[in-house]
């Protein structure tokens, strides 16, 4: 079990808020962060391999959605690739198998990659948080925070041509946005130097089949980007 005030530092820390604590109360953390320099993470995300990130993630116990995870979704496909697709947060399938973007929505974003050329396994695909949210809720801010450089180390072992960014979630959290995605799609973003298109989530499509049109001139605007980029 997670000590609240271990927990409440780890999300000020992720969060990248300097924590002061009193000479007693250091004291009695310090066996606590020795034990921490054992862990994977000794060395943080920010410079670890995929296989030390991997391990990092499996191990991670920064905010309390690891109390009620079955598996940690790291995320799969191209560790090479020139597109990079970004989720919100794993469903309860994505949370039994570990991998994002399975059941239904996961069969037409991979219809939706195939319509353009690309195809699961030669994209990479992760998601904003890697351990599921109960009753698939929206990620919190400290959650979304706690899993960022996780996430920020992904991208840069990657080093994508283009991200496409899946759902609200996923765009807002990405792009230190508020807006929807009515409003935040059809048109260039960039993250890091990485051009970035906004697009509706699979889930979202097939409820509103409509909107599918839309998504599809995301797409397309997403591979002219990319083939601009080098891809």
């Known amino acids: 079990m997670i000590h609240p005030e271990q927990q409440r530092r780890a ?4 969060m990248g808020i300097d924590v002061w604590l009193p000479r007693d109360a250091a004291d009695d953390v310090l066996s606590e962060d020795a034990q921490a320099d054992a862990s994977p993470e000794r060395g ?14 499996a191990d991670c116990r920064r905010c ?23 989720g919100e947060a794993p469903g309860a399938e994505e949370d039994r198998q570990g991998e994002p973007f399975v059941g239904r929505a996961g069969k037409l974003l991979d219809q939706m ?13 992760a998601n904003i ?11 919190q801010p400290d959650e979304a925070a706690a899993c960022r450089d996780y996430l920020e180390r992904q991208i840069a072992l990657v ?24 409003r935040m799609r059809g048109r260039a973003h960039e993250l890091d ?4 298109v906004v697009t509706y989530h699979p889930a979202y499509l097939l409820r509103s089949p409509s909107q599918k049109r839309k998504a599809w001139s995301d797409l397309c605007l997403a591979r002219r980007l990319a ?5």
């Open 11 to 14: 999300y000020l820390q992720a």
């Open 44 to 57: 943080g995300p920010h410079s670890a391999s995929w296989d030390e990130l991997r391990a990092c993630v």
């Open 64 to 86: 309390a959605l690891a109390e009620s995870r079955t598996n940690t979704v790291f995320g799969v496909g191209n560790t090479d690739a020139d597109w990079m697709i970004i």
């Open 113 to 125: 990659l195939l319509a353009i050329g690309q195809s699961r396994d030669r994209v990479f695909i």
């Open 129 to 139: 948080l890697k351990c599921r949210p109960p009753n698939n809720r929206d990620p």
């Open 159 to 182: 080093q994508p041509r283009i991200v496409l960014a899946v759902g609200r979630i996923a765009a807002q959290n990405l792009l230190g946005s508020d807006e929807p995605v009515g």
């Open 193 to 196: 130097g990485i051009p970035l």
């Open 227 to 231: 083939m601009e980029n080098g891809a």
